[in-house]
């Protein structure tokens, strides 16, 4: 995988793996940080505020852990995936020779009939 700063150095996927271990501990600290919130609104008598806060204390966290986990083995998959097709090309003979080009034609007006629209001749 590419590095952010330098394009050109590989990032392995164990660094991403502890970059997103790093990013759910903090994701689990907040949880644990509303879900204390959540006590102490159970405790003053305020229930449905309890409930909301422990329920977004949950869910929220969790699905920006699992959104960059899915990102996460996205990158995986793509990277290696690049990886193999240059393995490939540098396998089967690098870059391919360019053919010739052709030259663009003038286009060809298109007029509608009464009995559609008259295509070209070819």
Same mark, same amino acid.
């Given at each position: ?8 150095? /590989? ?35 305020? +229930? ?33 995936? +690049? ?20 030259? /663009?034609?003038? /286009? ?8 559609? /629209? ?5």
């Amino acid at each position: 995988m590419r590095g952010l700063w330098d394009h050109e150095q /590989p990032l392995s996927p164990s660094l991403l793996r502890s970059a997103l271990a790093l990013v759910g501990g903090s994701l689990a600290a907040l949880a644990l940080g509303v879900l204390a919130a959540a006590v102490a609104s159970a405790v003053q008598g305020l +229930y449905i505020v309890a409930i909301v806060q422990a329920t977004a204390g949950l869910a929220l966290p969790f699905a920006v852990w699992l959104g960059l986990k899915m990102l996460a083995d996205i990158l995986t998959v793509l990277n290696r995936s +690049y990886d193999r097709l240059d393995a490939m090309e540098e396998r089967f003979g690098g870059v391919a020779q360019p053919h010739a080009r052709r030259l /663009p034609q003038e /286009p060809r007006a298109i007029r509608a009939g009464d009995d559609g /629209p008259a295509y070209p001749e070819e």
